[in-house]
């Protein structure tokens, strides 16, 4: 059974910092994938930021540049580093596995989920 759980979000100023965390366990050591995604209020989801197996990193148009995802394999956890938060990142974020992701907007269903994600929310 796959447990996931996200952490980190708040609510901060345009501009400011946020570092997510997302632990797992019970995934398949063999995914070829993991990433971020993020679900808006209107129900729009967008793939974030990927890292694949062999260290390719891959972002979202919008956030290249500002985002930074990582990995700590001997901790099983999953990072994003957020600068320069926008209101636009406003939404809820969650973190995911499978062989094949895509950053950019997608049909929800495209992205596994586990956990509850983590809520992010920019203001001026």
């Known amino acids: 059974e796959v447990h996931v759980s996200e952490s980190g979000g708040g609510s901060v100023q345009i501009g400011g910092s946020l570092r997510l965390s997302c632990t797992a366990s019970?995934?398949?050591?063999?995914?070829?994938?993991m990433g971020w995604f993020r679900q808006n209020s209107d129900g729009r989801c967008e793939g974030v930021a990927i890292?694949?197996?062999?260290?390719?990193?891959y972002y979202a148009h919008a956030v290249k540049g500002r985002f930074t995802i990582s990995q700590d394999i001997v901790k099983s956890a999953l990072y994003l580093q957020m600068d320069g938060l926008k209101p636009e990142d406003t939404a809820v974020y969650h973190c995911?596995?499978?062989?094949?992701?895509?950053?950019?907007?997608?049909?929800?269903?495209?992205?596994?989920?586990w956990g509850q994600g983590t809520q992010v929310i920019v203001s001026s």
């Open positions: 019970g995934l398949d050591q063999d995914v070829n994938q």
């Open positions: 890292i694949t197996r062999a260290k390719d990193i």
């Open positions: 995911t596995a499978k062989d094949f992701l895509y950053v950019g907007t997608r049909s929800c269903t495209d992205f596994p989920v």
